[in-house]
Structures are given as structure tokens and as C-alpha cells.
């Protein structure tokens, strides 16, 4: 059974900074696609940063030049470091990927979400 399982979130005031960790384990094939999404309270769940098996990266505007993603295809995990936190960036934070499991089907996985909390 596939599981992303995250981990690094927390409190932490505005300017500060926070790196997130996902990894991902079970039967896996193969993993395409690794982001991180997030939602606050009252809205939508949003894609935050994404990071193919390449290692192309694509960022929503509203993180640009302060989050990298990077990920690890040896162990399968993604990161998510995140500077000069702004209050707006409080939400649960989720990994997803897009991953082809061992026997299986490529498949959408999510993890449980980890909460990021920033105080002004």
C-alpha cells in the first residue's frame, strides 16, 4: 500500500522560514509528478509548487523566489522550503503525487497534511 507520509510544519513568524518533507513509500514503479498543494481555512485547496521526474519546477505566482521545491528520486521523497513567510501562507499544507504503484495503475496519492502556521 502507497502512503505519502509529511512532516515539518508548524508555527513560526513572518520572515521566518520552514522546510517541508514527504515521503513517499509502499510498492512503488514509479513516481511522475511530486507538489505540494495547500488550503486555508474558507478556500480552496491551491497548488503550491510542483517538480517533475526531471526536476522541472513550476511555482504559483504568490511563492515565487521564496519556496523551492526539490525532490529526491532515490527515496522518493519532495521538499518544500519555504522563506520569508508571509501570514497569507498559514494552511494546511498537502504532498501529492502521481505515481504508477507496483502492480497497479498510475494513481493520484495524498498525503495527510501538515499545518503551517505564520504569525505577524
Known amino acids: 500500500q502507497v502512503q505519502l507520509v509529511e512532516s515539518g510544519g508548524g508555527l513560526v513568524q513572518a520572515g521566518g522560514s520552514l522546510r517541508l518533507s514527504c515521503a513517499a513509500s509502499?510498492?512503488?514503479?514509479?513516481?511522475?509528478?511530486m507538489d505540494w498543494y495547500r488550503q486555508a481555512p474558507g478556500k480552496q485547496r491551491e497548488l503550491v509548487a510542483s517538480?517533475?521526474?526531471?526536476?522541472?519546477?513550476d511555482y504559483a505566482d504568490s511563492v515565487k523566489g521564496r519556496f523551492t521545491i526539490s525532490r529526491d528520486n532515490a527515496k522518493n521523497t519532495v521538499n518544500l522550503q519555504m522563506n520569508s513567510l508571509k501570514p497569507e501562507d498559514t494552511a494546511v499544507y498537502y504532498c501529492?503525487?502521481?505515481?504508477?504503484?507496483?502492480?497497479?495503475?498510475?494513481?493520484?496519492?495524498w498525503g495527510q497534511g501538515t499545518q503551517v502556521t505564520v504569525s505577524s
Open positions: 517538480i517533475s521526474s526531471r526536476g522541472n519546477t
Open positions: 509502499g510498492s512503488i514503479f514509479s513516481i511522475n509528478t
Open positions: 501529492h503525487a502521481h505515481l504508477l504503484p507496483q502492480p497497479g495503475r498510475p494513481f493520484h496519492y
